[in-house]
């Protein structure tokens, strides 16, 4: 038995509402998960509720990436151009890697995204984590 999944199952009886967040471990192991190099990127977390995930898209543009958020499921990926795959290229030579790739990203139930920006070849996302009001600290009456 894999000994991360087995922390898992001695953390699912103290833990109330995870099940999810286990089951999503879980299946990353079962599905011999790997993390894809490609693009690079950087995490940054820039202020008490604030996170930036930067890209490196180098030579790519706005019409070539396609960022989509849903079920707590951030996906950035290239978009097929049809433009340069018409087999008409003068390049010479053709250094920047320009692979078609997908990269996901598990975001938080109260994590929002807020913007995508693509600037000098770096595409930078904002998000921000909104704090309900049933998350936060109160205290609670005894009858």
Known sequence: ??????????LRPISVGFDNVFDHFEKM???????PSYPPYNIFKTGNQTYNIEVALAGY???????EYADGLLN??????????????DAIYKGIAKR??????TIADD????????KDGLL????????????KARTIEIN
Not at 29 to 35: P, T, V
Not at 61 to 67: D, G, L, Q, T, Y
Request: hydrophobic share 35%; glycine share 2%.
């Open 61 to 67: 543009n706005k019409k070539n990436i396609a960022v």
């Open 100 to 105: 078609y790739f997908s990269k996901t990203f």
């Open 29 to 35: 192991f079962e599905d011999e998960w790997s993390i």
């Open 76 to 89: 950035i990926k290239s978009v097929k151009d049809e433009k340069s795959d018409n087999g008409k290229d």
């Open 124 to 135: 930078k996302i904002s998000l921000e984590r909104i704090l309900p009001d049933s998350k």
């Open 111 to 118: 994590v929002n995204v807020k913007k995508a920006e693509l």
């Open 1 to 10: 038995m894999n000994k991360a999944l087995s922390i898992f199952n001695q």
